[in-house]
């Protein structure tokens, strides 16, 4: 079965400091990867998504960029944190092959930024 | 532009009663419609989803929704509300050659004991 496991869980960070989080996705192979910012009452930003290896794209002009080393590993990265960047962070991922399907995601990480 | 609404940021029921969330979308061609529940800290688990074919879908926990296209409307429904319901509910929609999913704000349900 197929799992997608983000790290970590909860991070709060000074504005200024720079920021990784990190996915990854088990037991599947070539899958479209996800970020997505969740703001209360907003609903969820697609901030990135990939369909391979080195291969982004950005949805909404920000602060932030991400990147994919590997083919199940997605990484959400920032140079220097802004307040605006607290939130909740999804990571998610759906088939390559069927991009009808749903997105499956992760646990979750929520970022706070002082 | 492609959007999708969920006019009901809040809603209560008493544990027993009827649900139904709306949903409706803005598209340019025949969507893929999904609902999520999310509980809170969590991440967000598929409940049903409707790709084509009869346009009553049946999901997980004993949810159900109803594709209209006559008025572009994906309603989640569930006759009986349990107390374990309580959670914000998401619609998305997608559709075939585009990787984008698109959400609603979402819905919070609170269930009443």
């Known amino acids: 079965s197929q799992t997608i496991h983000q790290w970590p869980a909860t991070l709060v960070q000074p504005v200024g400091s720079p920021l990784s989080l990190e996915c990854t996705v088990e037991?599947?192979?070539?899958?479209?990867l996800y970020w997505y910012r969740q703001a209360a009452g907003r609903g969820l930003q697609l901030l990135f998504y990939s369909v391979g290896i080195g291969q982004i794209s950005s949805e909404v002009p920000q602060n932030l960029s991400a990147s994919r080393p590997q083919d199940r590993q997605f990484i959400l990265s920032s140079k220097k944190l802004l307040l605006s960047d607290s939130g909740f962070y999804l990571c998610a991922w759906s088939r390559l092959s069927a991009n009808t399907g749903e997105l499956f995601f992760g646990e979750g990480s929520r970022l706070t930024v002082l | 532009a492609q959007s999708v609404t969920q006019p009901d940021i809040h809603i209560t029921v008493s544990e027993g009663a009827s649900l139904e969330l709306r949903c409706n979308y803005s598209?340019?061609?025949?969507?893929?419609l999904f609902w999520y529940v999310q509980s809170p800290g969590q991440g967000l688990q598929l409940l049903l989803k409707?790709?084509?074919?009869?346009?009553l879908v049946q999901g997980i926990k004993g949810f159900e929704a109803e594709f209209k296209r006559s008025q572009s409307s994906f309603n989640l429904r569930k006759p009986s509300v349990h107390w374990s319901d309580a959670a914000e509910y998401f619609c998305a929609v997608s559709r075939s050659g585009t990787y984008k999913y698109i959400f609603g704000t979402g819905t919070r349900l609170k269930v009443l004991a």
């Open positions: 409707y790709f084509s074919g009869d346009t």
């Open positions: 598209y340019g061609a025949t969507p893929y």
């Open positions: 037991g599947t192979s070539n899958p479209n």
